[in-house]
Structures are given as structure tokens and as C-alpha cells.
């Protein structure tokens, strides 16, 4: 079975600093996409950015990006110029191609500190 | 507001208790799917539905937990004889599926289940 795994529980950055989120996972599969999704208190889960396995060149949106190692089975989301609007959970997920279901990790809580 | 909607957005009940959730999907979406948060935990897939047709159903947790989407639009989540263990936030998420492999998920906002 698939497998996503984020090792850090919580994650505390300063206003306008970096930061990056790591995720591995788990797959024997060759086609598949890998996703970030914030989910803010008390608020609806968006997507943040999407990867998809056959694409060489690692997916950027805005100030959020995300370095894929596919043979380490790596997917970090790396957020440039911290806003204080980031401070939210932040869940990675994977998706592939014998399911429409997103399999999801235990997330990371992002502290943004003022 | 044209996103994914949910209903009750909480719901207290005594185990033992049969309850149902309901979801509405974005308008044109043809594939809804339910989700199970518990705390601490990420989303776990449950079971999706495209149009009217249940295209799988391995992943409810136990034959007490149902799902129906009977006109293809919104869609019903039951669950029977509830347990303590069910206490979770249940999610729901609509998407276009217009063939291919992607098509993104829109999450709505969760009914939060507290079983006594």
C-alpha cells in the first residue's frame, strides 16, 4: 500500500523567512502525482501545488515550491517570504493512477512567528 | 458560494445513533469522494462516487459506514450503531473528471462528529 510520510509535527518560521516542509513516501508505482494542501483553523483544505512523477522539473507556484527526488521518493514544499496568512496545517498527499483517492500524511503544523 | 457544501457542520450524538451527513458538490462536478479526519491525523480516503455510480467502496471502515449519490448530485454519508471511535471530522471533495489522470479535488469544509 501507499504510503506518505512527514516526519516533522510542527514547524516554526520568522515573517519573510524560508522554510521546507518535507514529505516521503511510499509507491511502487511509475505514474502518480504528489500534491501540498494547507489547511488553515477552522477552514476548508485548498491545494498549494501539484507534481506530477513524469515531470523532470519541480512544480512553482508563486512563493511556494516543492523539490521532488523521485528516487528517494522525496516531496518538499519549500515556502519563500513567510506571510503570516501561511500559519495553517499542511498536509502532502499522493495520488495514482488505480484510485481517484488521495492518500494523505499526518501533516505539519506551520507557525509563522510575527 | 459555489464550493463545496456541507451539512450539519457539527454533529453530537449518543453512541448507538445512526447519522447521516450530506454533501452538495460544486455544480458541474461529476466525481465526489468522502473523507475521514480524525485528530492529529491527515485524510483518509473513504469512498468516491462519479456521477451516480460507487466506484469503490473497500475503504469504509466497516459495513456500519454507507454512502449514496442517487441522482448524481449531492450525496449522503451514513453511519449506524455509531461508536466513540467515530468521532472525526468527515470530508467531502467534488472534482471535474473529464478523462486522463488529474483532476483537482475541492474540499468542502467538514461536519465534526461527536459521538457520546
Known amino acids: 500500500a501507499q504510503t506518505v510520510t512527514q516526519s516533522q509535527p510542527e514547524m516554526s518560521v520568522q515573517e519573510a523567512e524560508t522554510v521546507t516542509l518535507s514529505c516521503t513516501y511510499d509507491?511502487?508505482?511509475?505514474?502518480?502525482?504528489l500534491f501540498w494542501y494547507k489547511q488553515p483553523p477552522s477552514r476548508q483544505m485548498i491545494l498549494v501545488i501539484r507534481?506530477?512523477?513524469?515531470?523532470?522539473q519541480n512544480a512553482t507556484e508563486n512563493r511556494f515550491s516543492v523539490n521532488f527526488q523521485k528516487a528517494a521518493k522525496s516531496f518538499s514544499l519549500k515556502i519563500s517570504d513567510s506571510q503570516l496568512g501561511d500559519a495553517a496545517m499542511y498536509f502532502c498527499?499522493?495520488?495514482?493512477?488505480?484510485?481517484?483517492?488521495?492518500?494523505f500524511g499526518k501533516g505539519t503544523h506551520l507557525i509563522i512567528q510575527p | 458560494d459555489t464550493g463545496v457544501s456541507q451539512d450539519p457542520r457539527h454533529k453530537i450524538t449518543k453512541r448507538g445513533q445512526n447519522v447521516t451527513f450530506r454533501c452538495d458538490p460544486i455544480?458541474?462536478?461529476?466525481?465526489l469522494y468522502w473523507y475521514r479526519q480524525t485528530l492529529g491525523q491527515g485524510p483518509e480516503f473513504l469512498t468516491y462516487?462519479?456521477?451516480?455510480?460507487?466506484?469503490?467502496k473497500s475503504r469504509l471502515l466497516s459495513d456500519r459506514f454507507s454512502a449514496e449519490r442517487p441522482k448524481g448530485s449531492f450525496s449522503t454519508l451514513e453511519i449506524q450503531r455509531t461508536e466513540q471511535g467515530d468521532s472525526a471530522m468527515y470530508l467531502c471533495?467534488?472534482?471535474?473528471?473529464?478523462?486522463?489522470?488529474?483532476?483537482?479535488?475541492?474540499f468542502g469544509p467538514g461536519t465534526r462528529l461527536t459521538v457520546l
Open positions: 507534481q506530477e512523477a513524469y515531470k523532470q
Open positions: 498527499a499522493y495520488r495514482d493512477g488505480r484510485a481517484d483517492g488521495l492518500t
Open positions: 462516487f462519479q456521477n451516480e455510480a460507487q466506484l469503490e
Open positions: 509507491t511502487s508505482e511509475s505514474d502518480y502525482y
Open positions: 455544480s458541474e462536478h461529476n466525481r
Open positions: 471533495a467534488s472534482s471535474l473528471w473529464a478523462g486522463g489522470f488529474y483532476n483537482e479535488q475541492f
